[in-house]
């Protein structure tokens, strides 16, 4: 079991940026995926991005791709998720997940075996 811990969400005006942090402990993350989803009031949850354990071959969701930018500490044991150019539309909880090597598509929560708690980001127009 991973234990996942995120940070660095915040109120910010559109147009602004935010680092998210996704701190991990436990078994060893680096032989995870990672990935963020979000999930606005009254919205199902929804993928934004993946990055696999090996290779760190990145996926994003249509909506955040070239604004938003995934990447991995494997020292630090942390995830971390860019966010510049933030948008009203992109105000959520945005969690972090582990899925373990053998995962299928990263794009579905489903594969995912460990999540945190959530951070919130509000984006005022």
């Known amino acids: 079991q991973v234990q996942l811990a995120e940070s660095g969400g915040g109120l910010v005006q559109a147009g602004g940026s935010l680092t998210l942090s996704c701190a991990a402990s436990?078994?060893?993350?680096?032989?995870?995926?990672m990935g963020w989803f979000r999930q606005a009031p009254g919205k199902e949850r929804e993928f934004v991005a993946a990055?696999?354990?090996?290779?760190?071959?990145?996926s994003y969701a249509d909506s955040v791709k070239v604004r938003f930018t995934i990447s991995r500490d494997y020292a630090k044991n942390t995830g971390y998720l860019q966010m510049n150019n933030l948008k009203p539309e992109d105000t959520a909880v945005y969690h972090c997940?582990?899925?373990?090597?053998?995962?299928?598509?990263?794009?579905?929560?489903?594969?995912?075996?460990?999540w945190g708690q959530g951070t919130r980001v509000t984006v005022s127009s």
């Open positions: 436990g078994r060893t993350f680096s032989s995870y995926a």
């Open positions: 997940a582990a899925a373990p090597s053998s995962s299928g598509y990263l794009g579905d929560p489903i594969n995912y075996s460990d």
């Open positions: 990055i696999t354990w090996r290779i760190g071959t990145r």
